[in-house]
């Protein structure tokens, strides 16, 4: 991907805020005629963003994104509603809809912009890290060589972990919507979803793992392009999974994610598996 290609174009009128046609960069790894997870989540990230913009001085806070259904990579339509008005912090809903079915929806949390004087103390502690000087890697599961995956910069921690962990850097190489720079949660909203790919422990040619939503919790601003996802992995055999990351970029940690799997085999497995 090139620093000017987009996941998403506008469809028709180039300030078009409702209408986008997805582009092969948003491929995800379960079926190439699909959408991965964190473009989309990104969208409606922006479309609400844009909203609250309207109505006064807000930060993002929290985002939970639930996918109805697979995603097609085609046009896009996005609505956005007032859920919740306030001052100090304000509610806004998203939802992302093909053919006019609804495939996505989000609910988003802003909270207003204040100079507040929390003591230093309070503050977590910064841990410094320069994720250009890890290893560059690439997510091998995507079964097409354009994809989310090729759309990403992907950076591994060193480690060592536990099974079922993972520490991950990412960076969107491109751009989430064409001609315009992404802002720092739209960084972070796609991002996050690779939750699910980084540092699981099934074997994915013998099991599916999808996850049915993401919600990010965010207590400072992303800085820089760099959101580094530090994740463990919980599987159960009645079916369900969950991922828990820790989201954060040099300086140090930034807010939390989390994602509910639905675990699946792809092909009958033994008592002893």
């Given at each position: 991907m090139r620093?000017?290609?987009?996941?998403?174009?506008?469809?028709g009128?180039?300030d078009?805020?409702v209408?986008?046609?997805a582009?092969?960069?948003?491929r995800?790894p379960?079926d190439m005629?699909?959408?991965?997870g964190g473009?989309?989540?990104?969208?409606m990230v922006?479309a609400?963003e844009?909203?609250a913009a309207?109505?006064?001085d807000?930060?993002?806070s929290?985002?939970?994104?639930?996918?109805?259904r697979?995603?097609p990579i085609?046009r896009c339509h996005?609505?956005v509603?007032l859920?919740r008005?306030?001052?100090?912090a304000m509610?806004?809903?998203?939802?992302l809809a093909v053919?006019?079915?609804a495939?996505?929806r989000?609910s988003?949390?802003?909270?207003?912009?204040a100079?507040?004087?929390v003591?230093?103390?309070?503050?977590?502690a910064?841990?410094?890290?320069?994720?250009?000087?890890?290893r560059?890697h690439?997510f091998?599961?995507?079964p097409?060589?354009?994809g989310?995956h090729?759309?990403?910069?992907?950076r591994?921690?060193t480690?060592?972990?536990e099974p079922?962990s993972?520490d991950?850097?990412l960076?969107?190489r491109?751009?989430l919507?064409?001609?315009?720079?992404p802002?720092p949660?739209?960084?972070v909203a796609v991002?996050a979803?690779?939750?699910?790919g980084?540092?699981?422990?099934l074997?994915?040619?013998?099991?599916t793992?999808?996850?049915a939503?993401?919600?990010?919790y965010?207590?400072?601003?992303?800085?820089?392009e760099?959101?580094?996802?530090?994740?463990r992995?919980l599987?159960?055999?009645?079916g369900?999974?969950l991922?828990d990351?820790a989201?954060g970029?040099r300086?140090?940690?930034?807010?939390?994610?989390?994602?509910?799997?639905?675990?699946?085999?792809r092909?009958?497995?033994?008592?002893?598996?």
């Amino acid at each position: 991907m090139r620093p000017d290609d987009a996941l998403y174009l506008p469809d028709g009128d180039p300030d078009s805020a409702v209408r986008f046609i997805a582009t092969p960069w948003t491929r995800g790894p379960w079926d190439m005629r699909t959408q991965h997870g964190g473009p989309p989540t990104a969208l409606m990230v922006r479309a609400m963003e844009r909203r609250a913009a309207e109505l006064g001085d807000f930060q993002l806070s929290r985002v939970t994104a639930d996918f109805l259904r697979a995603i097609p990579i085609d046009r896009c339509h996005l609505d956005v509603a007032l859920t919740r008005p306030g001052r100090r912090a304000m509610g806004l809903e998203c939802t992302l809809a093909v053919d006019g079915r609804a495939c996505a929806r989000a609910s988003a949390l802003f909270i207003r912009r204040a100079a507040v004087p929390v003591p230093p103390e309070l503050l977590l502690a910064d841990e410094p890290v320069d994720p250009t000087r890890l290893r560059e890697h690439v997510f091998d599961f995507f079964p097409d060589p354009v994809g989310y995956h090729s759309a990403m910069e992907l950076r591994l921690g060193t480690g060592p972990f536990e099974p079922g962990s993972g520490d991950g850097w990412l960076r969107l190489r491109g751009r989430l919507v064409a001609g315009e720079a992404p802002s720092p949660a739209q960084r972070v909203a796609v991002a996050a979803d690779a939750i699910n790919g980084v540092g699981f422990a099934l074997d994915i040619a013998r099991w599916t793992f999808v996850n049915a939503d993401l919600t990010v919790y965010l207590h400072r601003e992303l800085e820089g392009e760099y959101v580094r996802l530090r994740t463990r992995h919980l599987s159960q055999p009645d079916g369900r999974g969950l991922v828990d990351a820790a989201l954060g970029d040099r300086r140090g940690p930034i807010g939390r994610a989390l994602e509910a799997q639905v675990l699946d085999p792809r092909q009958p497995v033994s008592k002893d598996s």
